[in-house]
């Protein structure tokens, strides 16, 4: 077998075998095909696709390039939810004691975040004292005994997908359904969920812009997931604006805090019901989504989801009375008024612009080296749809130094500001399903 046919056949239009697939990612992992082929073939399956078994067998065969996490000693079926990305995406931190409360196991493995704010572990050790640094038997007993733990991720965990992806990135190939689908997949596979639960993010604020790819996008991970024997759903939700108000580590956390307690923003909260109810019917707690969500309201509204946050905090050495007590979180020395210039009724908000904003604040990693701010972020006072009056509040800034115009400007271009009343967005398009 020789890459170069590979590549020809195609660039051609014909598909690959399971021979052919396994041949690429091994030869590719091991060194024996460089990246000068790789980028050419990823190139010819950008213009020219691949079909449903190829995508699949693409995905095993990067789950299969690196370790895998064996997640057999936790009792029950272990589900796993994926967000495809955006700014104040706080979902996790909801969810995994909401859904915990509910008797699912949820083995999260999480990485650092590069970007506008940090990844679940950053905004987690915003909570004094939480530490992911534990043993793969103390992650899985603390899942077996309280529902919920968090780990990092291991290094070899699809090292295949690292090194195409990296190569991507600088080939213009980044944008290709079957080759981000797999990219995603092979990570929750390997990580060890039985389940998996996916938020497929689209507009302006998302990978994703248009709703046409991110629906394409959403089938073909559902039928990877069918294809390697994987219960998955994908719910389509929107990203044209941030999700809920906080964009940043500590501020997230309280409003995570916030929606467990019932008192959060409308639609962060909306969202954590829908994507948590089907990951209590994935793992068979409730037999349809209507009950699943009953059962995840009354969670809420009898103080059992927040209850489950102290004690997964506590578990993982944090310190459980900032769960009661949030100002306790690090908080930054100023709060700044980014202010409307004139009247009217908001009518966009540029998710991007707020996360950049955010990141500039020090929310977020420009590189990787880069050192987060835990306490500063932005806190949205506005949303589309909704009126404001000159000089109202559009959003606080929080931050470390009053030297923020710069800052301050970008937020206030990411808002306009229409004369007509304009309604919000629908928060979700769509679900895809086995």
């Known amino acids: 077998m020789r890459m170069v046919d590979l590549i020809e056949k195609k660039r051609n239009g014909f598909s690959h075998t399971k021979e052919e697939i396994e041949f690429i990612i091994s030869g590719y992992s091991d060194g024996e095909v460089p990246d000068y082929q790789i980028s050419a073939w990823a190139m010819a399956v950008f213009f020219q696709g691949m079909n449903e078994e190829e995508t699949a067998v ?15 000693p936790i009792n029950g079926i272990k589900v796993d939810k994926h967000s495809t990305g955006g700014v104040g995406d706080t979902t996790t931190l909801v969810l995994a004691p909401l859904v915990a409360a509910a008797g699912v196991p949820v083995a999260k493995m999480s990485g650092r975040g590069l970007g506008h704010t ?8 915003s909570i004094p004292g939480f530490s992911v640094e534990i043993t793969n038997e103390e992650f899985t007993g603390l899942v077996n005994k309280n529902k919920a733990a968090v780990i990092g991720q291991t290094k070899n965990l699809t090292p295949a997908d690292k090194k195409l992806y990296g190569l991507r990135d600088v080939t213009a190939t980044v944008n290709s359904i079957p080759l981000i689908a797999s990219s995603i997949m092979s990570k929750k596979i390997a990580s060890g969920a039985d389940a998996i639960v996916l938020d497929v993010k689209t507009g302006a604020g998302a990978f994703m812009k248009e709703l046409s790819d991110s629906r394409e996008l959403a089938e073909t991970m ?19 604006q941030p999700l809920g108000f906080a964009v940043g580590n500590a501020l997230e956390v309280k409003e995570a805090i916030d929606t467990l307690k019932g008192e959060g923003p409308e639609d962060l909260t909306d969202l954590c019901l829908t994507l948590g109810s089907h990951m209590v019917v994935l793992a068979e707690k409730a037999e349809n989504l209507e009950d699943a969500r009953e059962m995840l309201e009354e969670l809420i509204s009898s ?25 306790k979180l690090p908080s930054a020395e100023f709060q700044i008024e980014v202010k409307a210039e004139k009247d009217g009724f908001i ?8 996360g950049t904003a955010a990141m500039m604040l020090g929310a977020g990693r420009a590189t990787k080296d880069s050192e987060i701010d835990l306490s500063v972020g932005i806190v949205l006072n506005k949303k589309i749809g909704d009126s404001v009056k000159a000089g109202e509040s559009l959003a606080t800034l929080h931050a470390n130094t009053e030297h923020v115009d710069e800052t301050a400007g970008k937020v206030r271009e990411s808002f306009t500001v229409s004369d007509k009343p304009f309604d919000s967005p629908p928060l979700i398009y769509d679900v895809i399903s086995e």
Do not use: H, Y
Request: proline share 3%; hydrophobic share 35%.
């Open 303 to 327: 103080g059992k989801a927040l209850s489950q946050f102290k004690v997964f905090a506590e578990a993982q050495g944090g310190d459980p009375s900032v769960i009661d007590n949030p100002e």
């Open 58 to 72: 693409l995905t095993d065969a990067m789950v299969r390039s690196g370790d895998t996490i064996d997640l057999s």
């Open 118 to 125: 940090g990844g679940t572990i950053d905004k987690l050790e």
């Open 222 to 240: 559902v039928k990877i997931g069918r294809n390697l024997e994987r219960k998955t759903s994908a719910v389509i939700s929107d990203m044209s």
């Open 347 to 354: 009518s966009g908000i540029v998710a991007d612009k707020i």
